[in-house]
């Protein structure tokens, strides 16, 4: 698990730029790939003998964004 909570403001992870949730105002890179989401932590967990990637982000269902 890589939780981006724990690494400084401006620092970057794998590329990522550490910067502040609007929601919950913990650290969290933004991703963009499924609406705008502020990913706290990822990890890997095994289902049904696969490995499938989990994140804990804000807000949890990019559908729960205000459309612009």
Do not use: W
Request: glycine share 8%.
């Amino acid at each position: 698990m890589q939780d981006f909570t724990k690494f400084p403001m401006g620092a970057r992870v794998d590329g990522e730029l550490i910067l502040v949730c609007p929601y919950c105002h913990k650290h969290a890179v933004r991703r963009e790939s499924m609406g705008i989401r502020f990913v706290h932590s990822v990890g890997m967990i095994e289902v049904d003998g696969r490995l499938q990637l989990t994140e804990e982000a804000c807000p949890s269902s990019p559908l729960a964004l205000p459309k612009r």
